[in-house]
């Protein structure tokens, strides 16, 4: 990772681009003044002193008040503590005003409609897939064809589901990888079976869940797959029941 991907990923963690460049900077040396890092950087030395008490403000950097003044970063690992830390701290305080705008509105909690919808990108997909897993009340059915669409966190969710009672069946082809995600499933309690689809299935079809006979997500190729899968969901109460009938007896066959 270059520089210029390694500020960016910084300006996308709040800091801004002088702070960025800042921090990198002083990644490579000790303790510096503003001349110094003005002199590694692309940042003015007039701009270093804001950028610094940015980043003292964040924890990031060090000061001392000496003549002129010095300036050392925190190790990489303690800056990573506290982005996690701030980070967390403000999506939390996020979703509590969302939720009070909701309340305040007097909206009521969305339910599931009967339509589809569609859901893309790996890490979006996988997580709607472990909300339907968290959700599931008797039976699971869980068809992948890589490694990729079951991440630890899904592992962890089918864990907990079979746990709690429900019947839990996982499924894929023989060509895969995915028989490597198998020691971290509860052997005892969570079926793994490798299958082989119909054609038109198996060329077609990323993943496929099935939850109870409530929710069904069904993902598609695409050229970029499976970093950017594509998945279809529905759990509606016309639309869900008949779709998650007829995939079951094509994983069944």
Known sequence: MDDTTLTESLKE???STYAAE?????QRVGPATASDIAAITDVPRSQVYGAADELEELGLVNVQS???KEFRAVSPSTAG????SRIAQQTTEMVSQLEAIRAADGRPEQGESDSIWR???LQNTNQKAIDFLESADSRVHYYVTAAAFLPSAAVDALEATATDGCTVSVFAPADTAVAERR???VADTIGFEHIDPPAAFADNCTRLLVVDD???LIGVTTPQAPREELCFWSAGEQVAPPLA???RAVLRQ
Not at 22 to 26: A, N, R, S, V
Not at 81 to 84: A, D, H
């Open 13 to 15: 963690l709040g800091l």
């Open 22 to 26: 800042t921090f990198l900077g002083l």
């Open 66 to 68: 000496s003549n002129p």
């Open 81 to 84: 503590e506290l982005l996690r």
């Open 119 to 121: 859901v893309q990108g």
């Open 183 to 185: 020691p971290g499933l």
């Open 214 to 216: 409530s929710a069904v």
């Open 245 to 247: 009938a007829a995939f």
